[in-house]
């Protein structure tokens, strides 16, 4: 069972993403009086202009709007949409080209660009870069899917490429394409007309924070969509498909607020503060660095009638599943690293690291387990999308 509850908590707009009753992911959302200023510029694309080459980072800052230079990797933007007359085919400063906000700024970094556009549906991505069909990880590899994929690849022009979401399966293959035409005529209409524009032209925009969500969530497996606010209620009805109305629910308060009815204000502690208490006894202890992420396992108050080793296990297994969890609550990303409390059998140790896996597979983002040091401390990585929750709170305070 999975349910996204919106309400206004310490006047902040939360959006709660539940699995089973656990809240998994947490974003505040740009209040509505100063949602311009505050809205994330992730997705948008822009006619930008080279500021400057840096060679010895093989990249280029670029900017998209006046004072605001963004990262572009060299290495990792072979073509480049240069939209001004040149002779040379490398890219030099004052070049003006097509690009996408694919991270949003970071503390002291500033946001990424890149030439590999895309266009997100609730169905089907759309991709100008390279030809390609992706298929979700999570979907089968049946008849249907492969011969959904051959179709697709017939229909790909040269330089285009697809991915297929989760959401597609519970889909006709109707729908599906369908998303695919309409997704690849506004992309290839928009790069045809982008030399038309001056530099610092947004020439699309990214859906709205609620539209983004709802295309990031599973809108099949979502069950219940609720809220106490009639705006976001409103919003909601415009973007969700026939079918789906059912699952939205504008919540009237009598005796208890929304937030009060799924304890919201527990998880809210547990979401801020730095340590984080186990079922079992034990805790972990957060900490963002500007570099990495720390996380400590500790067995604090933990006891069993288990041998001392077995007991340890039993605590760093729970603390492997609320390290998943935690990742995705707090939006944590870059290096993690993970100090479990130290086990003494090898066989021990590899029954964690594969629970753990396991694990942060749950999570749509990208995650990776990357190692073991010697010193027992567990290496991972988790992609960088949008601001951590530590992050979203401090813009919102300013």
Not at 76 to 93: D, M, Q, R
Not at 121 to 146: A, F, M, Q, T, W
């Amino acid at each position: 069972m999975h349910e996204l509850m919106i309400t206004q908590y310490e006047n902040r707009t939360c959006a709660c993403y539940y699995e089973e009753g656990v809240l998994s992911e947490l974003t505040i959302l740009p209040n509505r009086q100063a949602e311009q200023k505050q809205t994330s510029l992730l997705g948008n694309i822009y006619v930008g202009r080279v500021q400057n080459i840096v060679r010895n980072l093989e990249a280029a800052f670029v900017e998209i709007q006046p004072g605001l230079a963004c990262y572009y990797s060299l290495e990792e933007n072979k073509t480049h949409l240069v939209l001004n007359a040149k002779s040379k085919k490398a890219l030099t400063a004052g070049d003006e080209i097509l690009v996408q906000v694919s991270r949003e700024a970071s503390k002291t970094k500033a946001p990424t660009v890149s030439a590999e556009l895309q266009l997100t549906g609730n169905l089907v991505i759309l991709l100008y870069g390279k030809k390609r069909v992706n298929i979700s990880r999570k979907l089968p590899s049946d008849e249907r899917i492969r011969k959904l994929k051959a179709e697709l690849e017939n229909r790909l022009p040269e330089g285009f490429g697809v991915i297929v979401r989760t959401n597609a399966y519970e889909s006709t293959d109707t729908a599906i394409l369908e998303e695919f035409d309409a997704l690849l005529g506004q992309l290839t209409t928009l790069i045809a007309q982008a030399g038309y524009h001056t530099v610092f032209s947004c020439l699309y925009q990214e859906n709205t924070p609620l539209k983004r969500m709802l295309n990031d969530y599973n809108n099949e497996a979502l069950t219940r969509i609720i809220t106490d606010i009639p705006a976001v209620f409103e919003e909601l009805s415009t973007l969700l498909p026939s079918g789906e109305q059912e699952k939205l629910e504008l919540f009237q308060p009598q005796f208890q607020p929304l937030y009060a009815i799924y304890r919201f204000d527990r998880d809210w502690k547990e979401a801020v503060e730095q340590r984080v208490w186990l079922k079992s006894g034990g805790y972990l202890v957060i900490e963002q660095t500007e570099a990495l992420t720390v996380i400590d396992v500790n067995t604090g108050k933990a006891v069993s009638k288990k041998s001392r080793q077995d007991n340890i296990l039993k605590v760093n297994l729970e603390a492997a599943g609320e390290v998943a969890r935690q990742l995705r609550l707090r939006n944590l990303s870059g290096i993690i690293i993970v100090d479990f409390i130290d086990m003494e059998q090898k066989e021990q140790r590899e029954k964690l690291i594969t629970y753990l896996c396991q694990e942060i597979k749950k999570d749509r983002i990208p995650t990776n387990f990357v190692d073991i040091t010697r010193l027992n401390l567990v290496e991972l990585t988790r992609k960088r999308v949008q601001k951590s929750l530590k992050e979203q709170l401090r813009e919102r305070n300013e």
